[in-house]
C-alpha cells in the first residue's frame, strides 16, 4: 500500500511537468517528450540520490509524511559506521519532495534522549509552525509528537532541522532537504537531470563515537566547532556521479553543517548559478566557484566536460571565516568525483539552451520611508574568563525583542567588529541584500541567510508580511555562535495568544 503510494507522487510531478512543458513549448521542444536535453547514463547519481519521504495522503496537492528523530548506526563510508542522530534512520533525513502551493504534514515523533523540535529554515510559514519552542509550539519531549501542517508558499531549496540545543542536535545528524519545485518554472530551465546535495560535516572521536558537543568549552564555542568529517548526502568523499559530457545537471545544494563554509569548485569549470535561497535569482550568473556559508543554498546548472576513463573532483577550499580559521588546513580535495560515461558527448551547447534568457522578475523593497535598524554583533569575555555572544553585547537569553508592524519595511545595518563571520539568518521572511549606497546587489535574490564577513558590514531590506504575527527568531547559522548568545527576535504585530512565554534555542 505504502509503496503505490510512493509511486504516486513521483507520477504526478511527472504529469505536471508534462503538462507545463505543453505550456511553455519552446521551437525544437518535442510535446509529450519530458526534455530537449541529452541525458546522463542510467544511474549516473545512484551513488548519491537521497531517498524520499514516502507520501502517504492520496490527495494530489497533500503531502503527508511520518518523520521520527531517533539514534541509528548511519554508514558514512565503505565499512565506517557511527551512532548518529538521524530523521528517520537515515544521515541526512529523507528529501520531502513537494509542489510549490501544496499542503505539508509532518507526523513528527520524538525517540531522542532530549527534547526537540523541527525547525523549516526559510519557509513563510506561520509562526505555530516555526519549530521555536515558546515562540511556536513547546518541545516535543522524547516519546511525544508534534503535528506540523502548512502550505508551501515559495518554490526552492530549504531544509529542515531542530531548534533546540541546536549545535548539539544538528551536529549530530539532524537535519534534511526539503525541495519545493515549480513545474513551470523547470519546464522553462529544462534541466531534468537534478540531483540535491546536502553538505555538512560531523565530529567523530578516536573511538568512532560523535565528539562531545562541548569541546573546547566557550573557546570552542567562540569559534564555532567544525565537524572533523565532511559529508555529501551522508557520506565521506567517496562517491562518484557518471556524466554525458557536456549534458547540463542540475545541483540544488544546502549548507547544513553547523559551522563549515563550503567554497566550492569542480576543477575550474565553470558552471551557472541560476538561484539563491528563496528560489531563482534575477538572472543567470557564469562562475568558477561559489561560496556557501552555513544555512545558504544554491541552485546551479553543471555540465562535466571530460573524456571517458577521466574524472573531474567536486572540492571545498578553505574559506576565511576569521581568526584560527585557514591556518595549517587542507583543501576538502574530494567532495565527491564526476566520471564519464563512454557515450557521445552532447551536441547542444552547454549550459542549457534558454538558459541565458531564463530571468526572474525581482521587486526590489521600497526603501522609501523604511525603517532603519542597526546592531552589532558582538563577542565578550566575562569576569569568569568565558566567552559570550551578543547583540550588541546582550546575549540572546537577556534580550528584548526587537518590534516590527506587520507589513512594516525595515532596513536592517549589521554591523560585525568581531574576529569572526557570522551567517545572519532570519525566520520567517526573505529579505534583499544593499549595496553601500543602498542599492540592491545584483543579481538580486531572495535570501534569508547572508554571510556578513568578520570586520565587515552588510545592510539587509526586509518586508514582515502582514498575515504573520509573531516572535520570530534571527541568529548567526554557526549554531555554537547562536547558542553562545548571537541570537534575538524580532516581534511582528501580536503574537497569537499562548506564544512567546519562553525563550528558546
Ligand atoms: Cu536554520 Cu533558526 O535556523
Ligand atoms: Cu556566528
Known amino acids: ?50 531517498p524520499e519521504a514516502p507520501d502517504l495522503n492520496p490527495d494530489p496537492r497533500i503531502v503527508e509524511i511520518n518523520l521520527e528523530a531517533r539514534p541509528a548506526s548511519v554508514e558514512i563510508a565503505p565499512g565506517e559506521r557511527v551512532e548518529a542522530w538521524t530523521y528517520n534512520g537515515g544521515l541526512p533525513g529523507p528529501l520531502i519532495h513537494v509542489n510549490v502551493g501544496d499542503r505539508l504534514i509532518v507526523h513528527f515523533t520524538n525517540k531522542l534522549p ?69 513545474p513551470a518554472q523547470d519546464a522553462k530551465i529544462g534541466v531534468d537531470d537534478e540531483l540535491v546535495l546536502v553538505l555538512s560535516d560531523i565530529g567523530i572521536d578516536e573511538h568512532g563515537h560523535l565528539e562531545d558537543p562541548n569541546s573546547g568549552g566557550t573557546t570552542g564555542m567562540a ?47 565553470s558552471f551557472t548559478r541560476i538561484g539563491d535561497d528563496g528560489g531563482l535569482q534575477e538572472y543567470p550568473v557564469e562562475t ?8 545558504e543554498r544554491a541552485d546551479l546548472i553543471v555540465a562535466p566536460k571530460g573524456e571517458p576513463g577521466t574524472q573531474l573532483q567536486f572540492r571545498s577550499y578553505v574559506f576565511n571565516r576569521g581568526y584560527g580559521s585557514v591556518e595549517f588546513r587542507p583543501a576538502e580535495e574530494n567532495l565527491f568525483t564526476v566520471g564519464f560515461a563512454d557515450l557521445p558527448p552532447a551536441t547542444a551547447p552547454a549550459p542549457a539552451p534558454g538558459l541565458a534568457q531564463l530571468r526572474r522578475q525581482i521587486e526590489p523593497l521600497n526603501t522609501a520611508g523604511a525603517t532603519p535598524v542597526n546592531i552589532d554583533f558582538t563577542i565578550d569575555q566575562l569576569t569568569n574568563g568565558s566567552f559570550e555572544y551578543g547583540v550588541n553585547h546582550v546575549p540572546f537569553w537577556k534580550a528584548k525583542p526587537f518590534l ?42 531572495w535570501k534569508d541567510t547572508v554571510n556578513v564577513p568578520f570586520k565587515e558590514k552588510v545592510t539587509v531590506i526586509v518586508r514582515f508580511d502582514e498575515d504573520r504575527p ?36
Request: charged residues 15%; glycine residues 12%; proline residues 8%.
Open 223 to 269: 569559534f564555532g566547532r567544525e565537524g572533523n568529517r565532511v559529508l555529501v548526502n551522508g557520506r565521506v568523499g567517496t562517491a562518484k556521479l557518471m556524466a554525458r559530457s557536456g549534458a547540463p545537471q542540475r545541483w540544488r545544494i544546502v549548507n547544513a553543517a553547523k559551522s563549515r563554509y563550503f567554497s566550492l569548485d569542480l576543477d575550474e569549470q
Open 1 to 50: 500500500m505504502i509503496q503505490c503510494f510512493g509511486l504516486r507522487a513521483p507520477g504526478r510531478r511527472a504529469l505536471q511537468a508534462a503538462i507545463a512543458a505543453l505550456l511553455f513549448a519552446v521551437p525544437g521542444h518535442i510535446a509529450g517528450q519530458e526534455s530537449a536535453q541529452p541525458v546522463q547514463p542510467p544511474g549516473w547519481d545512484a551513488a548519491l540520490r537521497l
Open 404 to 445: 516590527a508592524k506587520p507589513g512594516e519595511t525595515q532596513i536592517w545595518t549589521i554591523n560585525n567588529p568581531t574576529p569572526w563571520s557570522h551567517p545572519f539568518h532570519l525566520h520567517g521572511f526573505f529579505f534583499q541584500v544593499l549595496d553601500d549606497k543602498g542599492q540592491p546587489v545584483r543579481p538580486m535574490a
Open 288 to 295: 568558477k566557484g561559489i561560496v556557501l556559508a552555513p544555512g
Open 114 to 182: 532530549q527534547p526537540t523540535t523541527v525547525h523549516w529554515h526559510g519557509l513563510r510559514l506561520p509562526i505555530q509552525m516555526d519549530g521555536v519552542p515558546g515562540y511556536s509550539q513547546p518541545e516535543v519531549k522524547t516519546g511525544e509528537q508534534f503535528t506540523y501542517d502548512f502550505v508551501v508558499p515559495d518554490a526552492g531549496l530549504y531544509w529542515y532541522h531542530p531548534h533546540v540545543m541546536s549545535a548539539h542536535q544538528v551536529g549530530f545528524g539532524l537535519y534534511g532537504a526539503l525541495l519545493v519545485d515549480d
Open 470 to 505: 509573531g516572535n520570530w527568531m534571527f541568529h548567526c547559522h554557526i549554531l555554537d555562535h547562536a547558542d553562545g548568545g548571537l541570537m534575538g527576535t524580532v516581534r511582528v504585530g501580536t503574537p497569537p495568544a499562548g506564544l512567546s512565554s519562553t525563550l528558546g534555542s
